[in-house]
């Protein structure tokens, strides 16, 4: 199977800038990873992804990086603002199906 | 797109009382999933569907929870009798094998069996 896990539960940060989420996972074989935004009261809503075969992918002011040596992944988010704050999963599918196992999430606060 | 639908968006029903959670996935998406988020647990798969077929049900807690997929665009979750426990955050989600493959994640059902 696999697990997927957080660094930190709660992050704080000042508006402007960088946030960097961590996220590690278990098993080798798994080889799609997706990041998740979830708002309070929200449902998770889709942020960015990756495959196994990259090390790197950006998005509008987000950056997902990949280490596939350890087993880590990363969620950057350039110049953070108050409407980042929410719940940051990492997700992960193994072996080629599309069972996602979600991480336990961190919670990111914005300070003004 | 209206996305992902679900109904009813809060349910409070005493213990012992049948729930039922209802889903409607994105038109011409082939996967269906149901998750259960608690604060302990955080979010946990129950059971997915691929064209409509149960493919892993290994996350259903128990016998009191079942769910069916009758069509493409319909699917419930019962819970038959309903215990405090089972009080959480119930999300449905779907996903199409062409594209990427991150699902779409209605706005929930909160239950609160009281």
């Not at chain 2, 991150?102 to 239950?111: C, I, N, V």
């Amino acid at each position: 199977g696999e697990s997927v896990g957080l660094h930190l539960p709660t992050l704080s940060v000042q508006e402007g800038d960088n946030s960097i989420i961590n996220c590690a996972y278990s098993n080798s074989a798994s080889d799609y990873f997706i990041w998740y935004k979830q708002e309070s009261g929200k449902g998770p809503q889709f942020i960015i992804d990756i495959r196994s075969n990259m090390d790197k992918r950006q998005g509008q002011r987000v950056t997902v990086l990949l280490n596939k040596t350890v087993k880590h992944l990363s969620l950057q988010i350039a110049a953070t603002q108050p409407g980042d704050s929410a719940v940051y999963f990492c997700a992960a599918i193994t072996g080629g199906g599309n069972k996602l196992t979600f991480g336990t999430g961190t919670q990111l606060k914005v300070e003004l | 797109d209206a996305g992902v639908i679900q109904s009813p968006r809060h349910e409070v029903t005493e213990m012992g009382q049948e729930v039922t959670l209802r889903c409607k996935p994105i038109s011409g998406h082939n996967s269906l999933f149901w998750y259960r988020q608690t604060m302990m647990r955080g979010l946990e798969l129950l059971i997915y569907f691929n064209n409509n077929v149960p493919i892993d049900d290994s996350g259903m807690p128990e016998d009191r929870f079942s769910a069916k997929m009758p069509n493409a665009s319909f699917s419930t979750l019962k819970i038959q009798p309903s215990e405090p426990r089972d009080s959480a955050v119930y999300f449905c989600a779907s996903s199409s094998r062409h594209g990427n493959y991150g699902y779409t994640f209605g706005s929930g059902t909160r239950l609160t069996v009281v």
